[in-house]
C-alpha cells in the first residue's frame, strides 16, 4: 500500500529527500506523516500534514525538516537538510485514509561521516 523511497547514507550536513507513495486505498487521505526509530529507541513523530496542509513538527526538528505532498501522485515528500549523526534512524511514512492507518516499510538514514 505505501513505498517508501529515499534513504541512504549521508555526511553531516547534508541533505535527503523521502518520498512515500500510496496506491490502492479506497478512502480519501486525511493525514500523511512520517516517524523515525532509531536504534534502541521508540519510534517518534518527525511531522505531520493533514488534508488541510495543517503541518505538525517534532520541534527541535523544525527548519531543517520540512514535509509536503503531491495529491495527484498520493505521495508524501520529507525533505531534510542540515542532517546530523542523531537524525540517523529508520523512517516510516504513515497514513490515514477513512477508518484506516497505513505504515511504510521504512527506509534507513545514516548520517556519518
Known amino acids: ?11 553531516p550536513g547534508g541533505s535527503l529527500r523521502l518520498s512515500c507513495a500510496a496506491s490502492g486505498l479506497i478512502f480519501s487521505i486525511k493525514v500523511m506523516g512520517w516517524y523515525r526509530q532509531a536504534l534502541g529507541k521508540q519510534r517518534e513523530l518527525v511531522a505531520t500534514m493533514t488534508s488541510g496542509d495543517s503541518t505538525n ?3 527541535s526538528l523544525k527548519g531543517r525538516f ?3 505532498r503531491d495529491n495527484a501522485r498520493n505521495t508524501v515528500y520529507l525533505q531534510m537538510d542540515s ?18 492507518v497505513y505504515w511504510g516499510q ?7 561521516s
Open 57 to 59: 513538527y517534532k520541534d
Open 106 to 112: 521504512g527506509t534507513l538514514v545514516t548520517v556519518s
Open 1 to 11: 500500500q505505501l513505498q517508501a523511497s529515499g534513504g541512504g547514507l549521508v555526511q
Open 66 to 68: 520540512t514535509i509536503s
Open 83 to 100: 542532517l546530523k549523526p542523531e537524525d540517523t534512524a529508520v523512517y516510516y511514512c504513515r497514513i490515514g485514509a477513512g477508518p484506516y
